[in-house]
């Protein structure tokens, strides 16, 4: 299946998430935290689209060397929306507004007592990406045609969960 960069799939693509029935995690007690998803076009001149995936720098004191989405901690009084376009420009020196949110999904509840918030925004000029040393080693990006597929990824449980 293919995934093209234009208008026709970004409109597509918010239209699925304004009707995502999304699931929260509040008044749980879980820190709230938010996490960028952000479609981009693919990097290889196929005129596909692609999401942003980091890796962590080494010398960082949480998680050192994950992959993850640009994001972070909600500071008091912040957003979804405002902490992930925060932690965007913080981490890869993307400036988003929020008319380029798309919309969020599920909250994912963490082990380390995290409800961490996807927010899926969108970006036709990705060429100002300035990933930070000081978070971020490198980006990455991901096409969405590349990780649709059944068999594209396969999850292990961790050491810890299988402990448990």
Not at 64 to 70: E, I, N, T, V
Not at 75 to 88: I, K, M, N, S
Not at 95 to 106: F, I, S, T
Request: net charge negative; glycine share 6%; proline share 6%.
């Amino acid at each position: 299946m293919s995934y093209p960069f234009v208008p026709a799939f970004r409109a597509a693509l918010a239209a699925r998430c304004a009707a995502f029935p999304r699931v929260a995690h509040e008044d749980e007690g879980l820190t709230r935290a938010a996490v960028a998803l952000t479609m981009v076009e693919a990097d290889d001149g196929s005129g596909e689209t692609a999401f942003l995936l980091t890796r962590r720098a080494a010398r960082l004191r949480a998680h050192a060397g994950q992959w993850a989405l640009p994001g972070g901690r909600c500071d008091t009084g912040e957003t979804f929306v405002q902490a992930a376009l925060r932690e965007l420009d913080e981490e890869l020196g993307l400036k988003l507004e929020p008319v380029q949110v798309l919309g969020l999904l599920d909250d994912y509840p963490t082990r380390s007592g995290y409800a961490i918030t996807p927010v899926v925004v969108w970006t036709d000029d990705a060429s100002e990406l300035k990933p930070n040393p000081l978070e971020v080693e490198h980006a990455y990006r991901i096409r969405l045609d590349r990780i649709a597929g059944d068999d594209a990824v396969r999850f292990k449980p961790s050491r810890r969960a299988r402990a448990r």
